[in-house]
């Protein structure tokens, strides 16, 4: 406690009168660290069991200074029972830096990458943890099975959010559970299945590790594949992340049943977990309600045929190959799963695709998957607010006293929403060409620049250009990945987040400065 | 050109019967190319391109003349669908009339080509379909040109004059240069101070090159391209032909004032120098110029003045969305060329015949996401979006977003329906935003280097569309083909005026009809 005490206190509420300094950030982080102990284990034993290599002393110790890091702070800490909004978005930001860095240390100690090459680990950890599954590994079958577990494992976590796992053992929390769980994957509906916030996370959770087995128990009863391959793809198909302990990723198994489970398994995790929860308890209306979702199956649908008239009639594929490829690179994209399957013969490999194809699976990864989702990207529901909304300006402009309402299926969405729903799509676009910028300006060409930026924003993994799913992000230089790293941890948390958490913490960070003068 | 004067929708009893409004416009339209046309024809008396351009100017004038006899009045433009017609309308016209005179003066005998060079003339767009520049007759030159001229005016008066009436875009010239109320187009006054601003910038742009050693038939016609933000060249190799500093120095001074707002242009000409300075807009304009030259001649590595030339021609060429072409930007770094690209997506300030989305709503869109992360903060503050000093109404920033919107649908179906065509990926996507925003050339396969006529018939399709897309603003296009073709296919010509039971279900207000 009294090292505690002296750790800083940069989001401390008011005067404790000696008690442990209230501080949510450092809280949340600690929670989160000690939720990563048990994945860690995990992977440890996977290495342990399995591996030739003997790897397993690496995860061990980084599950203990995890777990000792993470005990001392949430010892050290209480937790604000209403936090403030200028302590819930640093704390999303913290977590998510302090996991991503904890995260990169077995790849690390295990020499996966070395010391100076320090980049290219947390590069690996975050992409981890945001879902994105872009990789920097380049021999990815020689490193030893645990820790390719737990690179599965990261993403695992990431996929319903650390915050998430953390809120849900939080009762105290109150309304600032909710602001924290908003900020983490801020999507406008903010669905309540239980009267404590806390209690709505477990369900989410729980229901995500329900996904998880059901979808590794299918890969497990295709022939052909092992225990460990349908445990290290399920968890990044529930948390659509897209990694895979094989290089050549789904492509390995040269299987349509595989690709089918996979792809199944991919649109069930990118819609609302919220809806699926309400038909899990025997509410099936909850799939008619949910209009934006239904327009996500509706999407995967034309891509898909779009997609696949593309291959045949274009590129002259036979129409079988044609369909397969095209459904599952469309399921991937759209999902932001971003699987990788080049096999032999096949057109898994979409940055070799036409260009008019390539452009509708940018067009994917912008839009994205279902509110609420594990899914990154634009979001559907945006999306769909985004066309009503324009819509309805073209209305105006020859009717302007009329007053027109943004519907989503029937209901209508309030302007505070439309606002900032309008407000998010400007930034994502500003962040994305930013970051476009950047990126070639250190050297890359604009095509593998501007789609690794959008690949990055959306958590999707493979881009277009010479990062395609053939290839791997090592094509970009150094500092160009910490950038694409920055932009996937920005469109993970749905800019918001990380644009007024930085901003917090710049602030706070100058007040003492401020208060001298 | 037939005038359904008769069957036209009637005013009131009493007042003398004038033709719907689209029928006026695109005889109005039809009368200015006329005399260009005419122009042209003088120009080259003697020529073979000589006869065709008189007849064609001759009927063009003759046509033109009855409709265009009355004015059109600020109550004419009232119905805005019949205002949004009346500008498609005036464009296909001059468009068609244009293409008639490629085909007809022999300067190509391909409907493609002629059609290509046109839009991309009235457009303002930099892309020629013509193969061989300098082997056409002065005339047909002089045509091209003012092909580029016509359309830069049209567009201005669509701006200044159109738009702001029927979309909340009041703030459109914004700031000082604003206070004199834009959108009134009284009696045509508006319109005439509108020329002859425009006719001094292309004095201005003339009179430097003139200084600057051009020919007087060269000076005229660069003039005509660049004020008009245009890019036609009267050469293959653009102002490099001339092979002289002065010449691109005229031509960056030239891009750089056609890129600012003609309001502040007519207040220069007024002599009123102090109330530019509190044009925030301008202000903007001149910053983010200076900067972008300074960050492309730095990075570029090009030694000395060559290089700053170079980077101020290319900076002035792409904001003002001009497309005349110095420097192979081709070979330029990739960080370069997309920096690059972006100054054509975001283009000059709003009240020039420049594209792009224009920087006058770059700032307040800028603002109003800012303002939604404050409001995430502080959910009960008040935050006005101001541009300079004056603030922007909620009903501008609604529109603003939906117009970003429209803007970023055109390019991604442009780029699929380019890519659809046969262009590569990088030059698809950059061909869509460089002709939406009225550009010209791109990268990859539409970089500086290649023109349209290597460009397939698929490609120049999706191409004229999303040049004309952008010329027009969206708006007035997206209207008539989804609101209004569809009801004048039922109801004809009549079916625009105010009094059609068509549109009695519009909500009305004392005398305004909208």
């Known amino acids: ?517 | 050109m037939s005038l359904p004067l008769e069957g036209a929708g009637a005013l009131e009893a009493g007042r003398r019967r004038s033709p719907p409004l689209p029928v006026s416009a695109s005889a109005w339209a039809a009368l200015t190319c006329g005399a260009f046309a005419l122009a042209a024809g003088f120009t080259s008396l003697g020529g073979g391109a000589s006869v065709a351009f008189l007849i064609i100017g001759g009927v063009c004038v003759m046509a033109g003349i009855p409709a265009s006899r009355r004015f059109p009045q600020q109550s004419d433009l009232q119905p805005a669908r019949s205002a949004f017609a009346a500008v498609v309308s005036a464009w296909v016209t001059m468009i068609l009339i244009s293409t008639l005179a490629y085909l007809a003066t022999g300067a190509t005998s391909s409907f493609q080509d002629a059609l290509f060079e046109s839009v991309a003339g009235f457009t303002a767009t930099g892309f020629t379909a013509f193969e061989d520049v300098e082997s056409l007759p002065r005339g047909l030159l002089l045509w091209r040109a003012s092909t580029q001229w016509m359309g830069g005016y049209a567009s201005l008066v669509l701006l200044i004059c159109v738009l702001p009436i029927y979309t909340p875009m009041n703030f459109i010239a914004s700031a000082r240069e604003g206070a004199k109320p834009v959108g009134a187009l009284a009696g045509g006054s508006r319109l005439r101070e509108l020329l002859g601003a425009y006719c001094a910038l292309t004095l201005f742009c003339g009179g430097l090159y003139a200084a600057a050693g051009m020919g007087a038939f060269d000076a005229v016609t660069y003039a005509f391209t660049t004020a008009s933000t245009g890019g036609f060249a009267n050469h293959a190799a653009g102002l490099s032909h001339f092979g002289s500093a002065s010449v691109e120095w005229a031509a960056v001074a030239g891009m750089a004032a056609a890129g600012v707002s003609i309001t502040a242009v007519w207040w220069a000409l007024r002599g009123r120098a102090r109330a530019l300075w509190h044009s925030f807009e301008l202000r903007v304009y001149l910053v983010l110029m200076l900067v972008a030259v300074l960050v492309v001649w730095g990075w570029s590595g090009a030694d000395g003045v060559t290089g700053l030339r170079h980077a101020a021609f290319s900076v002035t060429s792409a904001m003002s969305s001009t497309g005349l072409r110095l420097a192979d930007w081709a070979s330029w770094s990739w960080g370069l060329q997309f920096l690059l690209l972006a100054m054509i997506a975001t283009g000059g300030m709003s009240g020039s015949a420049g594209g792009g989305f224009r920087l006058s709503r770059a700032v307040p869109a800028l603002q109003y996401a800012y303002r939604e992360l404050v409001i995430q903060l502080h959910p009960n503050t008040v935050h006005v979006v101001k541009l300079g000093r004056k603030s922007v109404s909620e009903g501008s920033l609604s529109f603003l977003n939906a117009f970003q919107v429209l803007l970023g649908i055109a390019v991604l179906l442009g780029a699929f329906g380019l890519a659809l065509a046969g262009a590569d990926l990088l030059g698809s996507v950059s061909g869509a935003i460089s002709a939406l925003a009225t550009m010209g050339p791109a990268m990859g396969d539409l970089a500086p280097g290649f023109d349209a006529h290597h460009l397939g018939g698929g490609e120049r399709g999706v191409l004229m569309g999303l040049m004309f897309l952008g010329r027009l603003m969206l708006y007035p296009v997206l209207i008539t083909l989804w609101v209004l073709l569809p009801r004048l296919w039922r109801t004809g010509l009549e079916g625009l005026g105010n009094r059609h039971p068509e549109w009695k279900f519009l909500p009305q207000r004392g005398g305004r009809r909208l």
């Open chain 1, 1 to 517: 406690m009294s090292l505690a005490r002296r750790l800083p206190t940069f989001y401390a509420e008011g005067d404790n009168g000696g008690r442990r300094p209230s501080n949510l950030p450092l809280g949340v982080l600690g929670l989160s660290l000690v939720f990563l102990v048990p994945g860690m284990g995990a992977a440890a034993l996977v290495e342990w069991g399995s591996s030739t290599s003997h790897e397993e002393w690496s995860l061990g110790v980084s599950a203990l200074i995890a777990l000792f890091l993470g005990v001392v702070l949430v010892l050290g800490t209480r937790f604000p029972s209403n936090p403030r909004p200028s302590a819930v978005f640093p704390a999303v930001v913290w977590t998510w830096l302090g996991c991503s860095v904890i995260g990169a240390l077995p790849y690390l100690l295990s020499g996966a990458f070395s010391w100076s090459n320090w980049d290219s680990a947390l590069f690996e950890s975050i992409s981890g943890f945001t879902c994105t599954g872009s990789t920097v590994m380049g021999d990815i079958e020689a490193h030893g099975r645990g820790l390719l577990m737990w690179r599965q494992i990261t993403q695992w976590y990431g996929g319903m959010g650390m915050v998430v796992l953390a809120v849900s053992v939080l009762p105290m929390l109150g309304v600032g559970g909710l602001e924290l769980m908003n900020a983490e994957a801020p999507g406008p509906d903010s669905d309540r299945l239980a009267p404590r916030i806390s209690g709505t996370a477990k369900r989410l959770w729980l229901l995500y590790v329900l996904f998880t087995l059901l979808i590794g128990l299918a890969l497990f009863l295709v022939p052909g594949v092992g225990l460990y391959d349908a445990a290290a793809h399920a968890l990044t198909t529930a948390s659509t992340g897209g990694f895979s302990p094989y290089s050549d990723s789904i492509g390995h198994f040269d299987s349509l049943a595989v690709e089918l489970v996979i792809a199944g398994g991919l649109i069930v995790c990118a819609m609302s977990f919220a809806m699926h929860y309400r038909a899990f308890t025997g509410d099936f209306g909850a799939y008619r309600r949910a209009f934006d979702q239904m327009l996500f199956l509706k999407i995967i649908a034309v891509v898909t045929a779009a997609a696949t008239l593309l291959l045949w009639l274009k590129g002259g594929s036979a129409f079988g190959l044609s369909l397969r490829d095209g459904f599952f690179n469309t399921v991937t994209l759209a999902s932001s799963g971003g699987f990788a399957n080049i096999r032999p013969g096949g057109l898994g490999d979409f940055a070799q695709w036409l260009p008019s194809g390539q452009i509708l699976l940018a067009l994917l990864m912008l839009i994205g998957g279902g509110v609420g989702s594990t899914a990154g990207g634009m979001k559907v529901f945006r999306f769909n607010i985004v066309m009503g909304h324009t819509a309805r300006a073209l209305q105006l402009a020859i009717r302007r006293r009329a007053v027109l309402p943004v519907k989503l299926g029937g209901r209508i969405i309030p302007e505070r929403i439309v606002g900032r729903v309008l407000a998010f799509v400007t930034l994502f676009i500003i962040t994305c060409g930013a970051g476009t910028l950047i990126v070639s300006a250190l050297g890359t060409d604009p095509v593998t620049a501007a789609s690794g930026a959008l690949s990055a924003m959306s958590n999707m993994g493979p881009a277009l250009g010479e990062a395609g799913p053939a290839s791997n992000f090592t094509v970009f230089s150094r500092p160009a990945r910490m950038v694409l790293g920055g932009l996937m941890i920005t469109g993970r948390l749905e800019l918001t987040a990380v644009f007024l958490g930085v901003a917090m913490i710049v602030r706070r960070g100058i007040q003492p400065l401020r208060r001298r003068r």
